[in-house]
């Protein structure tokens, strides 16, 4: 997207960040690190994919009159409704001390590969560290009615298959200006395995801005 400062963020136990212990503070203090040399009066345009869309929610819910439109991808689930769903994550997340991050990343990105993702976009075991912490966070905090506040389009997408997009109706319903975006024949990896139709979204979310 060259007609856009695109800033990547690395959250508290991923890439950059992989040192750094799993808050949603710090999450939220990484989103406000790249903004901060955003030039005034210039649309800040938020987007997140699983995890980091439940961060961008939490951050847009904090900052609501900082964005000019909110993009969350595979991040519409409300966990409180779902305990099969919660039963899953939580039980994965418990397996990572015991399997071990780096072996479970690799068993993982065997499955992505399959799903067609490229070899040097599956991620290592870095980012698998946290996810304890991280998911119990999102267990505790996700709702759709944090997004009420926010005056600015809120996108909502997911693949058409994806088992995160299970309530991004009441997500639509919470929000004054929600734009739901379903990429058909995609999963919960469509930013890996749909790039263009993920990067079409985001130009749409530009656009909204004015």
């Keep these: 997207m060259p007609e856009a400062d695109v800033k990547a963020v690395d959250l508290p136990g991923h890439g950059s960040a992989r040192t750094h212990p799993w808050t949603s503070q710090a999450a939220c203090a990484a989103i406000d690190v790249a903004l901060a040399d955003v030039d005034p009066g210039r649309p800040v345009v938020i987007a997140g994919h699983s995890l980091g869309g439940y961060v961008a929610a939490e951050y847009a819910r904090q900052y609501p009159d900082r964005l000019a439109a909110l993009v969350l991808i595979g991040a519409t689930a409300d966990p409180r409704r779902h305990g099969l769903l919660v039963r899953l994550y939580t039980g994965f997340a418990r397996l990572i001390p015991v399997v071990g991050a780096d072996r479970l990343a690799r ?104």
């Design 107 to 210: 068993s993982a990105n065997g499955v992505l590969r399959l799903a067609g993702v490229a070899g040097q976009d599956c991620p290592d075991g870095t980012g698998y560290a946290v996810t304890p912490q991280a998911w119990q966070w999102v267990i505790r905090r996700a709702r759709p009615e944090d997004l009420a506040g926010l005056a600015c389009p809120v996108f909502l997408v997911a693949g058409q298959f994806d088992q995160m997009r299970i309530d991004i109706d009441r997500y639509a319903d919470a929000c004054r200006d929600a734009r739901i975006r379903i990429i058909p024949r995609a999963s919960h990896l469509a930013p890996l395995t749909h790039r263009d139709e993920v990067v079409a979204v985001l130009r749409e979310a530009m656009a909204a801005t004015g």
